[in-house]
């Protein structure tokens, strides 16, 4: 039997004890394709996976399964996202089987931001499941062989199955038990929440490796460069759960305006290259919002190109 | 209790605008004590409803009675013979008081005056907060005592989710984490082991996913 679990590059690079990479496109809020897929064509070469988000911020966009889908048939290996707000346990596992169907390889589960940040604030939400209850859920139906019901499925879903981990939200205390219990419940690897706290971060990863936890489970250090002191002050101050310390909007407000943006990739790359030292990490995922065309830039200035062949 | 609001003064006249009768029911349970449909709410609002039709020369007959319970044939059952000489009834009940009286009179028509909130606590004077979803099979037990269906805007079993901050949730700095809360409470019982325990997919089926729900007792069945 094979050592893998899943078709995964993503798998087989991090088994292989490279440091994977991962990076972000959000589908168009359209029908185009065109738009994804050269999102996605911005980035092939430069990364391992690359995760599709599931309407994030709670706003209406192309399905990820659709747009994972488009990203598949250029040959880009996507990482579906799926958030547990909108569908109850009966779509979720319908839209497992669908991504299998395509043999979509990557899965990352989130519970998702509440609707109320979204276009349809007054919609209902559904939360049947929680991002714990997914990854067991997809576990199972992988493992297993079985729905949730019980019956058995006819092909399984080869999965490789991610979780988020927000190292900076509170209470900080639960966060190295929080992500124990996500592996408990079959996370194999994790994304975590933008980085800017270096320090706070290394003491997330001390503790986590003090658990043991590093060990079983892929860890890749979220990144988002920052394009301007406006967008850290943003992060800072109105995006929920994020910890961008001061001496990140001193620095960029230390730049004239126009050269902000390369201050931005340039503190995204000193990250990385302190990252990679810190023991028990196995990659990047970074997050260049609406700004993928970066994303070669910051992975070769990372020395994390080329991609190694698995 | 259940928690209920007086519904806007507007919408309620244009809801009885077309009647000429009409009996204004509070009640002296929940709604008493979350000051918004009992004698003396009933009095307020039919004294308003009198006021704005007089204001229009507009003759109306705006009676007010306030019951021991709505949900309660027993009580409900004191209108019987007054109940012909009105065209519409203003409940000031909770959405269970409104149907059963509406159920019950099935030729007059029962309309709400309030709307039904939740199932809450008064927390503080003026203010009532959540506290139950009546979710029907209930998981304190796993979570210090505090509540995370009802009190988790994402009702997250394994929480927190990651939006929490400095013990406050993503959707509103004025509304408390329930996991914050939730983990407060079990390092005040010495129980932070609890945490990670894994809470199983839950059977939603006793919810309201179930369809409506009903309790039989056999015991206390006459």
Same mark, same amino acid.
């Given at each position: 039997?094979?050592?893998?679990? !899943?078709?995964?590059?993503l798998?087989r ?12 496109? $959000?589908?168009?809020?359209g !029908?185009?394709p ?29 399905? !990820? ?30 839209d497992i ?12 589960? +989130? ?7 979204g ?10 499941l929680?991002s ?14 079985k ?9 399984p879903?080869?999965?490789?199955? %991610?979780?988020?981990a927000n ?15 996500k ?28 658990? $043991?936890?590093t ?10 460069p920052?394009?301007s002191?406006?967008?850290a ?36 790359v ?10 028990g ?22 020395? +994390?190109?080329?991609?190694?062949e698995? | ?9 507007e919408?309620?006249?244009r ?15 929940c709604?008493t ?13 039919a ?10 020369d ?60 939740c199932?809450g ?14 979710? $029907? ?8 005592g ?7 805007a994402?009702?997250?079993?394994? %929480?927190?989710?990651g %939006? ?16 914050q809360?939730i ?7 010495g129980?932070?082991?609890?945490y ?8 939603w ?18």
């Open positions: 039997m094979s050592e893998y679990v !899943s078709d995964s590059r798998e690079v991090l088994k292989a004890g490279h440091l994977g990479v991962t990076s972000e496109c $959000g589908p168009p809020r !029908s185009d065109e738009e994804i897929k050269k999102k996605g064509m911005l980035i092939k070469d430069y990364v391992d996976a690359v995760n599709v988000t599931d309407n994030q911020t709670a706003m209406t966009r192309m399905s !990820s399964l659709a747009a994972c889908v488009h990203l598949k048939l250029l040959g880009i290996e996507p990482v579906l996202q799926m958030v547990t707000r909108d569908r109850n346990r009966v779509a979720l596992q319908s089987l669908g991504a299998a169907s395509f043999d979509i390889s990557n899965m990352l589960c +989130l519970s998702g931001d509440h609707q109320s940040f276009d349809c604030a007054q919609g209902q939400n559904v939360h049947d929680d714990m209850q997914l990854v067991q859920t997809v576990r199972y139906m992988r493992d297993e062989g729905f949730l019901g019980g019956d058995d499925i006819k092909r879903p080869r999965l490789f199955v %991610g979780a988020a190292p900076f939200a509170d209470p900080f205390e639960i966060r190295v038990p929080r992500l124990a219990k592996i408990a419940c079959g996370a194999e690897f994790i994304q975590t929440q933008c980085i800017y706290n270096i320090d706070k971060f290394k003491e997330w990863m001390r503790r986590a490796s003090d658990r $043991g936890l060990e079983k489970v892929f860890i890749m250090a979220g990144m988002t920052m394009k002191v406006g967008m002050k943003y992060m800072k101050n109105k995006v929920p759960g994020m910890d961008v310390p001061d001496e990140i909007i001193q620095r960029l407000a230390g730049v004239e305006k126009k050269h902000q943006a390369q201050e931005g990739i340039q503190i995204c000193e990250h990385i290259q302190e990252l990679k030292e810190v023991p990490i196995a990659g990047f995922h970074i997050m260049a919002i609406e700004w993928e065309e970066k994303v070669p830039e910051i992975v070769e200035k990372s020395g +994390l190109y080329p991609r190694p698995v | 209790m259940i928690i209920a609001e007086k519904k806007p003064i919408e309620i006249i809801e009885v605008e077309a009647y000429d009768r009409i009996l204004v029911l509070g009640c002296n349970e709604v004590v979350c000051e918004a449909g009992g004698k003396k709410e009933v009095e307020v609002l004294s308003v409803l009198r006021m704005n039709f007089m204001a229009q507009r003759e109306k007959t705006i009676d007010e009675r306030t019951l021991e319970r709505q949900c309660d044939h027993e009580y409900l059952e004191e209108i019987r013979d007054v109940i012909d000489q009105y065209d519409a009834v203003i409940s000031l009940a909770c959405g269970v008081g409104v149907q059963f009286a509406a159920e019950k009179y099935m030729t007059t028509p029962v309309l709400p005056g309030v709307n039904t909130v199932l606590a008064n927390e503080d004077r003026g203010l009532w907060t959540e506290r139950c979803q009546a979710c $029907g099979s209930c998981v304190l037990a796993r979570t210090g505090i509540c995370p269906v009802s009190r988790c994402k009702r997250v079993l394994n %929480g927190p989710c %939006g929490s901050t400095n013990g406050k949730c993503e959707i509103s700095k004025d509304t408390d984490c329930a996991w809360l983990i407060d409470r079990l390092k005040a019982l129980k932070m082991d609890d990670e325990i894994v809470a199983p997919v839950k059977d089926s006793t919810d309201r996913a179930g369809g409506p729900r009903t309790v039989t007792r056999e015991d206390v069945k006459i």
